[in-house]
């Protein structure tokens, strides 16, 4: 827990040093958008708080199998409430050699906070799924094309304080639409 800290603190001060550099003249800036996601469906509205920054909301629908041999598989539909803290760090690159920024298209690092609430599945054939909450440092990208289809992947590590667990990977994907102008 002791590492994950400083390793949460370290990043908030590149981020933050990062965020004031980049408050020159900079014709770029993030906007503020709303998506609907159709991988894990959910809704996401991302909020620029600063030319290179912004806070993602996402309220969507995991799923999660588990079971045994004898038992057979276990579905579980996991709603999951995620707040994250994104600074895009190429938007200005992207803009100079003459790539879209469209609807924040570009890289950027982050961090999440996240919480799973407990399985809406949860009955006598599924078992029991407990909630948990969790943080994460993020790398990733997001584009959005022309006619607002919206695909973002984004990696990195995870700790669960539940189980207190450190370092397990993460990946994500998701495919939607950007709503609106």
Not at 153 to 172: H, Q, W
Request: a positive charge.
């Amino acid at each position: 827990m002791k590492q994950f800290k400083s390793i949460i603190s370290l990043i908030l001060i590149c981020i933050i040093t990062s965020t004031l550099q980049a408050q020159d003249s900079s014709s770029v800036s993030t906007t503020t958008i709303f998506k609907v996601n159709l991988v894990l469906p959910g809704i996401v509205y991302e909020r620029s708080i600063s030319p290179k920054n912004t806070l993602n909301t996402t309220l969507f629908s995991g799923f999660a199998i588990n079971g045994s041999s004898n038992s057979g598989p276990k579905w579980h539909f996991l709603p999951t409430l995620a707040e994250e803290f994104r600074n895009y760090y190429n938007l200005d690159i992207r803009n100079k050699k003459g790539k879209s920024i469209y609807k924040n298209s570009g890289s950027y690092v982050g961090v999440r906070g996240y919480h799973i609430f407990e399985s809406v599945s949860t009955n006598s054939n599924n078992g029991y799924y407990e909630s948990t909450t969790g943080a994460s440092i993020l790398w990733g990208f997001q584009k959005t094309f022309k006619r607002n289809f919206n695909i973002n992947f984004n990696t990195g590590v995870n700790y669960d304080f539940r189980s207190e667990k450190m370092g397990a990977p993460i990946l994500n994907i998701t495919l939607g639409w950007v709503i609106g102008k």
